[in-house]
């Protein structure tokens, strides 16, 4: 097995951040499926991620006000 340096430094937040990747990729028109999403490209991965740490920033500014 690989080792990971993407540790999460909240791990009890996995499952919100899991589903919040589905979400997103709906959103965008990415279909991702349970499991494995290997074979997506890296186009429409960079799309949800992208759009992942968009939300988040967003919502960080909203909660600084």
Do not use: C, H, W
């Not at 009890?12 to 279909?31: H, I, P, Q, R």
């Amino acid at each position: 097995m690989a080792n990971s340096s993407n540790k999460k430094l909240v791990p009890e937040a996995m499952t919100a951040l899991d589903k919040f990747k589905y979400e997103v990729a709906s959103e965008v028109g990415v279909n991702l499926k349970d499991g494995y999403n290997g074979d997506i490209s890296a186009k429409d991965a960079g799309k949800i991620g992208g759009q992942m740490v968009k939300k988040m920033i967003e919502q960080a500014e909203r909660n600084m006000k």
